[in-house]
Every structure is written in structure tokens, then in C-alpha cells.
């Protein structure tokens, strides 16, 4: 037999054991060293359980040098759905997740506060599998605001190359200044006319203009945006684009183009 197929087997079935070996510990209340207070919920852990899953708990129950602070026995958390901390919790010790439509926003916005990459990953891995026409704008605003490019990307480009059917959407025209751009600058946009692209830049624009482009501090700091927002603009008052650069010089303009529309995640 492979022995990299050998520890791989051993590995696997450790971890089984240390799995049951922890759930069994929560089930029982065994050992338990911490309680996490939620209002008049309280959830029995183990805080070296805890450390080990998360930064901000390893942060908030040990020193840098490995001793443990004082007075962490019991921990009050505002601000957090007991339920859905019951469920992280659980998982902790489990490694099982009943996760849905209706509370997977709610798990990642908690795995994201509390630092647990195990229970963001698996709220990014449904999410991703779950993009769709009706919800690919608020999946990639979620990734864009909590900093997860994977899921930004993933749902920008489910929209680019859709765009023929999602520019004319209520929620694409609600895009921020910043996520637009994100969205056309990307070289996966799908279309057949660079026209359609101008278009729905057009009605962007319309769509509450004066505050999306007028007062938006995002493309207040840009030049490069700002250009590119005049010429939007001149063109919506009927002011034709100037002409565009000759053959030779087309590969450097469009390059720059491609630059003011781009956002690197």
C-alpha cells in the first residue's frame, strides 16, 4: 500500500477520534473552563478549544507568551444571535453545520467577527455554489465588504459574463461607484458591443446620479475615474467623446482605459 495513501488513512481517522473525543466533551460538560454569555444564554467551552479556532479568542484568553489571562472564565458578547453562535460553537467541536439560505449571512457575518477561517470558508464554499441571477449582486457586495476576494471574484465574474442580462437590473443599477467598475473593468465582461457597455454606464448615471457621482468620495479621489465620469457625463448632455487615438497609439489607450475601469483584488 502507498504510504502517503497509509498516513493519510491514520490522519483521517485521528482526527474522527479527536472529533468525537470533543463532542462528546461539549455534550458532557467536561472540563469545560469558559463560559461565552449571549444575554441570558449562556454557552459552556473550552477556551483552549476556542484559542485554537480563532485568533480573536486566542487573543482573549492567553498572553503572548502563552499564559492566560485573568478573569476570562465568563466572556459577554454583544451585538451576536445566540443561535447562530450555538451553531458555530458546535461546529467547533463537531465539524457539522446545518447551513441554508436563510442563516448562512448571518453565520459569516459572526465567523467574521470572531475570526474563525473554519466557518467562513464553509460559508464561503455554500455561498459560491449558491450564486445566482436574483442574488449575484448582494454575493458580491458581501465579498467586497467582508474583504473575501474568493467570493467577490467568483460572483463579479457570474455577473460579467451575464452582463447582457443583469445591466438593466434594479440592483446592478444601486452599485456603488467602486463596485461598478469593478464589474465592467474586469476583462471576463461578456458582450457583444462595446455599446452595451456604454449604455449601462448611461443608465447607471441616471439612476440617482447627482449623488452617486457628484458626492461619492471614491471617485472624488480618483483622477483617472473622475476623467472617465466627464466623459459619461458630457455625453449624456449630447457632447460627443473625442475622437480616439490613431492605430499605433490604440494599445497603450486602451490599456489606460482598462486601468480606470479596473479594481485589483
Same mark, same amino acid.
Given at each position: ?43 459552556? =467551552?473550552? *477556551? @483552549?478549544?476556542? &484559542? +485554537? ?8 484568553? #492567553?498572553?503572548?507568551?502563552?499564559? /492566560? ?78 474583504? =473575501?476576494? *474568493? @467570493?467577490?471574484? &467568483? +460572483? ?8 447582457? #442580462?443583469?445591466?438593466?437590473?434594479? /440592483? ?94
Amino acid at each position: 500500500m502507498d504510504p502517503n495513501a497509509i498516513k493519510e488513512e491514520l490522519r483521517l481517522f485521528q482526527s474522527t477520534l479527536l472529533q468525537d473525543g470533543l463532542k462528546e466533551l461539549l455534550n458532557e460538560n467536561k472540563f469545560v473552563d469558559c463560559t461565552l454569555k449571549v444575554g441570558d444564554r449562556c454557552f459552556p =467551552c473550552h *477556551r @483552549l478549544i476556542m &484559542a +485554537a479556532c480563532s485568533p480573536y479568542f486566542r487573543e482573549l484568553f #492567553f498572553t503572548e507568551d502563552g499564559k /492566560e489571562v485573568e478573569n476570562t472564565k465568563e466572556v459577554v458578547l454583544d451585538d451576536v444571535n445566540p443561535n447562530i453562535l450555538d451553531m458555530i460553537i458546535r461546529y467547533l467541536y463537531s465539524a457539522e453545520i446545518d447551513l441554508t439560505d436563510d442563516n448562512v449571512q448571518d453565520i459569516i457575518a459572526v465567523a467574521n467577527r470572531f475570526q474563525i477561517p473554519s466557518v467562513f470558508t464553509a460559508c464561503v464554499n455554500y455561498l459560491q455554489k449558491k450564486i445566482s441571477l436574483p442574488n449575484c449582486m448582494a454575493i458580491f457586495r458581501m465579498g467586497l465588504v467582508l474583504s =473575501c476576494p *474568493r @467570493l467577490a471574484i &467568483a +460572483a463579479r465574474n457570474f455577473i460579467a459574463d451575464r452582463f447582457e #442580462f443583469l445591466h438593466k437590473d434594479e /440592483e446592478f443599477l444601486k452599485l456603488a461607484p467602486h463596485e461598478l467598475f469593478a464589474v465592467i473593468g474586469g476583462d471576463s465582461l461578456n458582450v457583444e458591443k462595446e455599446e452595451m457597455v456604454f449604455e449601462a454606464l448611461m443608465s447607471w448615471v441616471r439612476h440617482d446620479r447627482d449623488k452617486k457621482v457628484e458626492t461619492d468620495e471614491i471617485i472624488k479621489a480618483d483622477p483617472e475615474l473622475q476623467k472617465t465620469i466627464q466623459i459619461i457625463k458630457d455625453a449624456f448632455k449630447g457632447k460627443l467623446p473625442e475622437k480616439p487615438p490613431k492605430k499605433g497609439e490604440e494599445g497603450a489607450e486602451e490599456q489606460r482605459k482598462r486601468k480606470a475601469f479596473s479594481l485589483d483584488f
